[in-house]
């Protein structure tokens, strides 16, 4: 098949990856800086198989975990030798990538360029030929805001085909709390059907003043975003200074941004009333403090890494690495770290069951593509 045709053929899901980056400029939210004094996980002291990964001291160590799994799970005790390749390099300032039936690659550019990236990592010029005309807005965020931070976003097909779609609060102390407010489309995910509109069991598809889009609410910046092998959607966002959080997002259920959080404002302070748990909300899965930074997000089935079969591989910003959560009874039961030195911001898992990461310089403006495989 030709080239154009393979990108016509998929252009649609490449595009629905890509299309929150094209809103996007090159702000950068606080969380994405290591903090002045702080160490990245990655590169601290090593922690031996069992103990938990994370060893520097918490931001907030006065905040207790609701449950005992709910933060530093232990690494477990067999892990695999990694190496990686440097498959395509020099390209512009990526947000996401799509593999092709070719066994090419379609990557999207902050910038808002699609690029043909070859299986041997040839990389094409900003592809004009082949990219549909007439398109068509499903779906705005609402209300708009003149910021440059939080945008969030990832966006999952369900196996029924409607479109889950994570967006951020604005980050802004005068528009976060609307992360509350079931009328703003601000720190919510959203579940569309193809041309933008509710599906009929959405959670609030009959409640008069809110909007009927939404599947959850009282969420921060989610980056991250894939589906379990039984269809779920889980999500990880950005918290405050520590309190990134793992959630399993349910419809019509309140995650409790900003008003229950772990972690603190980024000059130290309590967020709001330094509530972290309540009634009216929902526990995180799994949080992290200090934070790692997450940018996408891959649920793993394949036969490169048996050991991280059923795990999510989530790429740090922050912790310039791979973050691998292995999920039992919907529990994080082992948490472990693969250093790549380079800021993560997207993880896919090939067809032959390598994992692929994009990463940026933020420095240069540039990426590479990386290829992880088992070190024999």
Same mark, same amino acid.
């Given at each position: 098949?030709?080239?154009?045709?393979?990108?016509?053929?998929?252009?649609? +899901?490449?595009?629905?990856?890509?299309?929150?980056?094209?809103?996007?400029?090159?702000?950068?939210?606080?969380?994405? &800086?290591?903090?002045?004094?702080?160490?990245?996980?990655?590169?601290?002291?090593?922690?031996?198989?069992? /103990?938990?990964?994370? $060893?520097?001291?918490?931001?907030?160590?006065?905040?207790?975990?609701?449950?005992? &799994?709910?933060?530093?799970?232990?690494?477990?005790?067999?892990?695999?030798?990694? $190496?990686?390749?440097?498959?395509?390099?020099?390209?512009?300032?990526?947000?996401?990538?799509?593999?092709?039936?070719?066994?090419?690659?379609?990557? $999207?550019?902050?910038?808002?360029?699609?690029?043909?990236?070859?299986?041997?990592?040839?990389?094409?010029?900003?592809?004009?030929?082949?990219?549909?005309?007439?398109?068509?807005?499903?779906?705005?965020?609402?209300?708009?805001?003149?910021?440059?931070?939080?945008?969030?976003?990832?966006?999952?097909?369900?196996?029924?085909?409607?479109?889950?779609?994570?967006?951020?609060?604005?980050?802004?102390?005068?528009?976060?709390? /609307?992360?509350?407010?079931?009328?703003?489309?601000?720190?919510?995910?959203?579940?569309?059907?193809?041309?933008?509109?509710?599906?009929?069991?959405?959670?609030?598809?009959?409640?008069?003043?809110?909007?009927?889009?939404?599947? +959850?609410?009282?969420?921060?910046?989610?980056?991250?975003?894939?589906?379990?092998?039984?269809?779920?959607?889980?999500?990880?966002?950005?918290?405050?200074?520590?309190?990134?959080?793992?959630?399993?997002?349910?419809?019509?259920?309140?995650?409790?941004?900003?008003?229950? $959080?772990?972690?603190?404002?980024?000059?130290?302070?309590? @967020?709001?009333?330094?509530?972290?748990?309540?009634?009216?909300?929902?526990?995180?899965?799994?949080?992290?403090?200090?934070?790692?930074?997450?940018?996408?997000?891959?649920?793993?089935?394949?036969?490169?890494?048996?050991?991280?079969?059923?795990?999510?591989?989530?790429?740090?910003?922050?912790?310039?690495?791979? @973050?691998?959560?292995?999920?039992?009874?919907?529990?994080?039961?082992?948490?472990?770290?693969?250093?790549?030195?380079?800021?993560?911001?997207? @993880?896919?898992?090939?067809?032959?069951?390598?994992?692929? @990461?994009?990463?940026?310089?933020?420095?240069?403006?540039? +990426?590479?593509?990386?290829?992880?495989?088992?070190?024999?």
């Amino acid at each position: 098949m030709h080239r154009n045709s393979l990108l016509a053929a998929t252009f649609l +899901s490449a595009a629905l990856i890509a299309s929150p980056a094209l809103a996007q400029d090159e702000g950068t939210s606080p969380e994405e &800086e290591v903090a002045e004094g702080s160490v990245a996980p990655d590169e601290g002291e090593e922690a031996a198989a069992g /103990q938990p990964v994370e $060893t520097a001291e918490p931001n907030a160590p006065d905040q207790e975990p609701a449950f005992a &799994e709910q933060t530093r799970a232990p690494q477990p005790e067999a892990m695999p030798a990694t $190496t990686y390749e440097v498959i395509a390099e020099e390209l512009p300032h990526l947000w996401s990538l799509a593999f092709l039936p070719d066994g090419g690659m379609l990557v $999207t550019a902050k910038n808002g360029a699609f690029h043909y990236v070859s299986a041997e990592g040839e990389v094409g010029e900003a592809i004009t030929e082949g990219v549909p005309e007439d398109v068509e807005v499903i779906f705005q965020q609402e209300p708009s805001y003149d910021g440059t931070m939080h945008f969030g976003s990832r966006l999952v097909f369900s196996p029924e085909g409607d479109l889950y779609v994570t967006v951020g609060e604005r980050s802004d102390a005068e528009v976060r709390d /609307q992360a509350q407010d079931l009328s703003s489309g601000l720190g919510k995910v959203f579940r569309i059907d193809v041309n933008g509109e509710a599906p009929s069991d959405n959670p609030f598809v009959d409640q008069e003043d809110a909007l009927p889009q939404i599947w +959850s609410y009282g969420h921060r910046n989610m980056q991250s975003a894939a589906l379990d092998g039984q269809g779920r959607l889980w999500t990880v966002e950005h918290g405050p200074r520590g309190g990134d959080e793992l959630n399993r997002p349910e419809p019509g259920l309140n995650y409790g941004w900003p008003n229950v $959080t772990y972690g603190l404002e980024y000059d130290g302070d309590t @967020v709001g009333q330094g509530v972290t748990q309540s009634e009216d909300t929902e526990q995180p899965v799994y949080y992290w403090d200090p934070s790692f930074a997450p940018s996408g997000m891959a649920y793993y089935e394949g036969e490169e890494f048996p050991e991280w079969q059923g795990a999510f591989l989530i790429g740090g910003l922050v912790s310039t690495g791979l @973050v691998i959560v292995h999920i039992e009874d919907d529990l994080v039961a082992y948490e472990e770290r693969v250093p790549l030195e380079r800021r993560v911001r997207d @993880v896919r898992v090939a067809p032959d069951g390598s994992v692929y @990461v994009v990463t940026e310089d933020r420095e240069a403006g540039t +990426s590479e593509i990386l290829r992880i495989t088992r070190d024999s």
